[in-house]
T-cell receptor, first 115, second 115 residues
Framework: NAGVTQTPKFRVLKTGQSMTLLCAQD?????MYWYRQDPGMGLRLIHY???????AKGEVPDGYNVSRLKKQNFLLGLESAAPSQTSVYFC??????????????FGDGTRLSIL | AQTVTQSQPEMSVQEAETVTLSCTYD???????LFWYKQPPSRQMILVIR??????QNATENRFSVNFQKAAKSFSLKISDSQLGDAAMYFC????????????FGSGTQLTVLP
């Protein structure tokens, strides 16, 4: 009963390096999301996807790219990491229906530090 | 765009007492959902309670209840008989009833439970 799994759990990068964060869900959810959490600011939406092969920008998309080649996976990429991207990253997923009060299911987060 | 405001960065409560966390939101939509999430030091995002905007009755989940005032755009969380395990960061979140249904979060309230 894995739910939403994020890898890695923590990572340290140097400025300018690239990396990809992986989110995998086993609940057959259509919607997937990437958030970042910074002190005093709550969670903010980076990108999201409403289905396989589709992605859209959220509130803070600059410096990030995403891909959803498979329904169960949602990848978040940093092409050239910057210190401002030091944060905790959360992936979430949820069902789709015409009307839904189903909550989003969250992964355990990835702590990313950019030196 | 919707905004969510939590005006209490920190709160404390004596064990077994009752505490209320405040949340206000701004939206032009009439149909939406509201959530309270708990984030303990483990960093997990745990759903505490949810409220549908079209329901006048306030949601309750065991020791947790909300006071939903739609006209005032207020959504407070009451924790009764506080326990040490309730100590965590609490986030209020808004979600549209339609569209991609991403969550908009407040900045959080850090709750300390005193023994």
């Amino acid at each position: 009963n894995a739910g939403v799994t994020q890898t890695p759990k923590f990572r340290v990068l140097k400025t300018g390096q690239s990396m990809t964060l992986l989110c995998a869900q086993d609940m057959n959810h259509e919607y997937m999301y990437w958030y970042r959490q910074d002190p005093g600011m709550g969670l903010r939406l980076i990108h999201y996807s409403v289905g396989e092969g589709t992605t859209a920008k959220g509130e803070v998309p600059d410096g990030y790219n995403v891909s959803r080649l498979k329904k169960q996976n949602f990848l978040l990429g940093l092409e050239s990491a910057a210190p401002s991207q030091t944060s905790v990253y959360f992936c979430a997923s949820s069902y789709h229906s015409v009307r839904s009060n189903q909550p989003q299911h969250f992964g355990d987060g990835t702590r990313l530090s950019i030196l | 765009a919707q905004t969510v405001t939590q005006s209490q960065p920190e709160m404390s409560v004596q064990e077994a007492e009752t505490v209320t966390l405040s949340c206000t939101y701004d939206t032009s939509e009439s149909d939406y959902y509201l959530f309270w999430y708990k984030q303990p030091p483990s960093r997990q995002m745990i759903l505490v309670i949810r409220q549908e905007a079209y329901k006048q009755q306030n949601a309750t989940e065991n020791r947790f209840s909300v006071n939903f005032q739609k006209a005032a755009k207020s959504f407070s969380l009451k924790i009764s008989d506080s326990q040490l395990g309730d100590a965590a960061m609490y986030f209020c979140a808004y979600r549209s009833a339609f569209g991609a249904r991403q969550l908009t979060f407040g900045s959080g309230t850090q709750l300390t439970v005193l023994p």
